[in-house]
């Protein structure tokens, strides 16, 4: 069955150390999104993106986040300059549907901790 | 901003009785809703999802049934198994395109031999 593969599964990082948390979408779907989960909250929206551009953003997704499809794979997030409070689970998501009652299909995260 | 809520962070049912999983939202705009399933170590994985035009949708062991006059939605599984612990989220959508989910707080579901 295919799938999103996210790398790196756990990724430790400076305070105010950029970070780029890779993802690779199943190969035919068009939508693209990155969520997060800080410990013991629940999963937020961050960000969608479609035809190469961003199609919505939450209050999240401030001027220190970023996002790319560099290539016809890979779909990334960046945050500039992290804090600690960006510490997270952060999971990518795909589909090819464009709707959400399809279901996303979502990759297993990468842990972000920032010390 | 509490849009989507599921009241009980936690639920324990014995194998082969039916789980039932609630959720409330507030957002009468929401056209469609879903239910997650999440593991450990693991990304959501979609269950099962119910457009706010019906009031039940089926898919073998998973019912869902949306109440829109009173915006709530549960989850039934039956009969539960052991493989079926794990947190489930509700999530709601506005409607078509490429839309974001709202997702509730999640549920644990405790399956118990």
């Known amino acids: 069955e295919p799938e999103v593969t996210q790398t790196p599964s756990h990724q430790v990082t400076q305070m105010g150390q950029e970070v780029i948390l890779r993802c690779v979408p199943i190969?035919?779907?068009?939508?693209f999104y990155w969520y997060r989960q800080i410990l013991g909250q629940k999963v937020e929206f961050l960000v969608s993106?479609?035809?190469?551009?961003?199609?919505?953003k939450s209050e999240i997704f401030d001027d220190q986040f970023s996002v790319e499809r560099p290539d016809g794979s890979n779909f990334t997030l960046k945050i500039r300059s992290t804090k600690l409070e960006d510490s997270a689970m952060y999971f990518c998501?795909?589909?090819?549907?464009?709707?959400?009652?399809?279901?996303?299909?979502f990759g297993s995260g990468t842990r972000l901790t920032v010390v | 901003d509490q849009q989507v809520k599921q009241n009980s962070p936690s639920l324990s049912v014995q194998e082969g009785r039916i789980s039932i999983l609630n959720c409330d939202y507030t957002n009468s705009m929401f056209d469609y809703f879903l239910w997650y399933k999440k593991y450990p170590a693991e990304g959501p994985t979609f269950l099962i999802s119910i457009s706010s035009i019906k009031d039940k949708n089926e898919d073998g062991r998973f019912t869902v049934f949306l109440n829109k006059s009173a915006k709530h939605l549960s989850l039934h599984i039956v009969p539960s198994q052991p493989g079926d612990s794990a947190v489930y989220f509700c999530a709601a959508s506005p409607g078509v395109g490429a839309q974001k989910l709202v997702f509730g707080q999640g549920t644990r579901l405790t399956i118990n031999p």
């Open positions: 993106f479609y035809n190469n551009e961003i199609s919505e």
């Open positions: 998501a795909s589909t090819g549907q464009g709707l959400a009652n399809y279901g996303y299909t």
């Open positions: 190969s035919n779907h068009l939508y």
